[in-house]
Structure formats: structure tokens, C-alpha cells
């Protein structure tokens, strides 16, 4: 018989996780530090009322990254993709400016969940970013798994040994229960959060099609993708050559949009307010 686990983190009291602030503490908190930002006209404040949380999910080089830099500045990347070199280059290329600061994590370190919480708490108690980013799930997933096969039972063995050395539905589910923890956290700040992430191929168990969706370990994905304001499929239009996303579900790709957006969108988050607030629609 499997002796109980010992978690190197402590569990967490669920009654203690913190709440998701209210759109007035999100709306205060903007016109307290940020009074005089906006973008396309339209202040932090206001835009805060109706978008907040964004999940953005699609291949690599699907632009979303390229999307973190028309985020509400400034802005705070935690960085487990190695992705800001894109933002990087873009700056050089483009010759634009940036308010933003980052961490960068690896996802093979057992510790990077640890660092990342601890990170996030100094974030949330300095209050000086308008946007914070996770970049990406997908890999903060694979962190947590590493962290949960490090786990010791009474005995002093790890889990890992215990089947040797691979993940089973034990592992999983303890980290689905860890990644929404930390989600849970993440979506506490009270200002803009944006979470990217990388896309799988799924079948739909009841009529076996096939569904493009985040690649998050196992039923985390669906109740993921419930908390957002804004949840997006990106891909890269060959033909028009820019960023897209879609904005709607299609059968196959999972998106909705709390905003009322067309079934495709461009890749912009100043070109979604100019749609939603200035009745101006830049993708015709």
C-alpha cells in the first residue's frame, strides 16, 4: 500500500486562496496609477470594466508573443518560453519602445513554480504594472509536473520510483490540482492579465472530432479557459500576411469573446478596442 505524499510545498488552505478582485478594485486600482494611460482613446479604466483577462492558445510563431507588446503598459512577463526574442527583435526592427521587465524561468527545474509564486507575490504587493503575462501555460504545466514526480512518500521515495519513473494518473492529477492553484493566484492581480499558451489536437470523447485547444493536462484546459474575459485561437494568415485569432468557436477551434468580436480577429489588442469602443472595424 502507497504511503501518504509529502509535499516539499505545503498545500495551500483553499479557503485562503485569494479571490478574483471585483471590477471596481480593478477599475480603482487603474485610475489610481494609471489615470492618464489609454489606448486608442479609450482610458485603462474603462477598458478594464469589460476586458481584463485574456487566454490566447495556437502554434508556435502564431504571433503570441507578438501580441504582448499591444498590451496596456506598462507590463510584467513571466518568461518560462523563452519567447520575449521576439519581443526583442521586434524593437530593434520596428525602433518602438517598450515599458516592460521580466523574469525568465526553466521548465525542467523542479523549483520554477516555487520561484514564480514568490515572484508574482512581489508583483501584486508593488502595484506598478498595468498588464502582467504568463508565457506560457503549457510550459508552466510541464515545470509542475517535474515539481509533483519529486514528491516523497512517508518512506522517502518518489513517486517517480514508485512506477518507474514515469507520470500516472496520480502525478496528473495532482497536477491539475497545483496548476489551478497557481492560476487562481495569477488571476488575483488587479490589473490586466494575459496567459499564453501552446495548442493541442484533442478528440472530443462523445462524437470523436477532433478540437484544437490549449495544451493543458487533461480536463484544466476547459475549466481554464471558463475564467477568461477573452480566449483566442492564434494562427498566422499566409495570405494577408499578419496575426490572426479566432474569436469564436468553429467546431475545431475553441475561442470565445465576452466583447462581441467578429468570428476573426486581428492579432491586436489596440486594433479589439477600436472595434469595441471606437466603432471602427480594422479587419474589413
Same mark, same amino acid.
Given at each position: 500500500?502507497?504511503?501518504?505524499?509529502?509535499?516539499?510545498?505545503?498545500?495551500?488552505?483553499?479557503?485562503?486562496?485569494?479571490?478574483?478582485?471585483?471590477?471596481?478594485?480593478?477599475?480603482?486600482?487603474?485610475?489610481e496609477k494609471f489615470p492618464k494611460r489609454?489606448?486608442?482613446?479609450?482610458?485603462?479604466?474603462?477598458?478594464?470594466?469589460?476586458?481584463?483577462?485574456?487566454?490566447?492558445?495556437?502554434?508556435?510563431?502564431? *504571433?503570441?508573443?507578438? $501580441?504582448?507588446?499591444?498590451?496596456?503598459?506598462?507590463?510584467?512577463v513571466f518568461d518560462i518560453d523563452d519567447?520575449?526574442?521576439?519581443?526583442?527583435?521586434?524593437?530593434?526592427?520596428?525602433?518602438?519602445?517598450?515599458?516592460?521587465?521580466?523574469?525568465?524561468?526553466?521548465?525542467?527545474?523542479?523549483?520554477?513554480?516555487?520561484?514564480?509564486?514568490?515572484?508574482?507575490?512581489?508583483?501584486?504587493?508593488?502595484?506598478?504594472?498595468?498588464?502582467?503575462?504568463?508565457?506560457?501555460?503549457?510550459?508552466?504545466?510541464?515545470?509542475?509536473?517535474? !515539481?509533483?514526480?519529486?514528491?516523497?512518500?512517508?518512506?522517502?521515495?518518489?513517486?517517480?520510483?514508485?512506477?518507474?519513473?514515469?507520470?500516472?494518473?496520480?502525478?496528473? *492529477?495532482? !497536477?491539475? $490540482?497545483?496548476?489551478?492553484? $497557481?492560476?487562481?493566484?495569477?488571476?488575483s492581480y488587479p490589473g490586466f492579465v494575459?496567459?499564453?499558451?501552446?495548442?493541442?489536437?484533442?478528440? @472530443?470523447?462523445?462524437?470523436?472530432?477532433?478540437?484544437?485547444?490549449?495544451?493543458?493536462?487533461?480536463?484544466?484546459?476547459?475549466?481554464?479557459?471558463?475564467?477568461?474575459?477573452?480566449?483566442?485561437?492564434?494562427?498566422?494568415?499566409?495570405?494577408?500576411?499578419?496575426?490572426?485569432?479566432?474569436?469564436?468557436?468553429?467546431?475545431?477551434? !475553441?475561442?470565445?469573446?465576452?466583447?462581441?468580436?467578429?468570428?476573426?480577429? *486581428?492579432?491586436? $489588442?489596440?486594433?479589439?478596442?477600436?472595434?469595441?469602443? @471606437?466603432?471602427?472595424?480594422?479587419?474589413?
Amino acid at each position: 500500500m502507497t504511503k501518504p505524499y509529502k509535499n516539499p510545498v505545503p498545500a495551500p488552505d483553499p479557503d485562503a486562496l485569494p479571490e478574483v478582485p471585483t471590477t471596481k478594485e480593478c477599475v480603482s486600482f487603474m485610475k489610481e496609477k494609471f489615470p492618464k494611460r489609454e489606448i486608442r482613446g479609450i482610458k485603462y479604466s474603462t477598458i478594464i470594466e469589460d476586458i481584463r483577462t485574456l487566454l490566447i492558445y495556437g502554434a508556435p510563431g502564431t *504571433g503570441k508573443t507578438y $501580441f504582448i507588446a499591444t498590451m496596456p503598459q506598462p507590463i510584467f512577463v513571466f518568461d518560462i518560453d523563452d519567447g520575449l526574442r521576439t519581443i526583442r527583435t521586434r524593437m530593434r526592427k520596428e525602433k518602438f519602445k517598450l515599458a516592460y521587465d521580466y523574469e525568465t524561468y526553466d521548465f525542467g527545474d523542479k523549483h520554477t513554480p516555487e520561484k514564480m509564486a514568490a515572484k508574482f507575490d512581489e508583483v501584486k504587493e508593488e502595484k506598478k504594472y498595468a498588464t502582467i503575462v504568463l508565457d506560457t501555460a503549457s510550459k508552466l504545466n510541464r515545470a509542475i509536473m517535474a !515539481q509533483v514526480l519529486d514528491l516523497k512518500t512517508e518512506g522517502g521515495s518518489s513517486t517517480a520510483k514508485n512506477v518507474g519513473g514515469a507520470p500516472g494518473k496520480l502525478h496528473y *492529477g495532482i !497536477q491539475i $490540482f497545483m496548476f489551478e492553484r $497557481f492560476i487562481s493566484h495569477f488571476m488575483s492581480y488587479p490589473g490586466f492579465v494575459l496567459v499564453n499558451s501552446h495548442a493541442a489536437i484533442q478528440k @472530443n470523447k462523445i462524437d470523436m472530432i477532433e478540437e484544437v485547444m490549449p495544451a493543458i493536462t487533461g480536463g484544466a484546459s476547459n475549466r481554464l479557459s471558463d475564467s477568461f474575459d477573452e480566449y483566442y485561437h492564434s494562427f498566422y494568415d499566409s495570405v494577408g500576411k499578419r496575426y490572426r485569432a479566432n474569436a469564436r468557436p468553429d467546431g475545431i477551434y !475553441q475561442a470565445r469573446s465576452r466583447g462581441g468580436l467578429p468570428d476573426v480577429v *486581428g492579432l491586436d $489588442f489596440g486594433e479589439i478596442i477600436d472595434y469595441i469602443y @471606437n466603432d471602427i472595424n480594422p479587419w474589413e
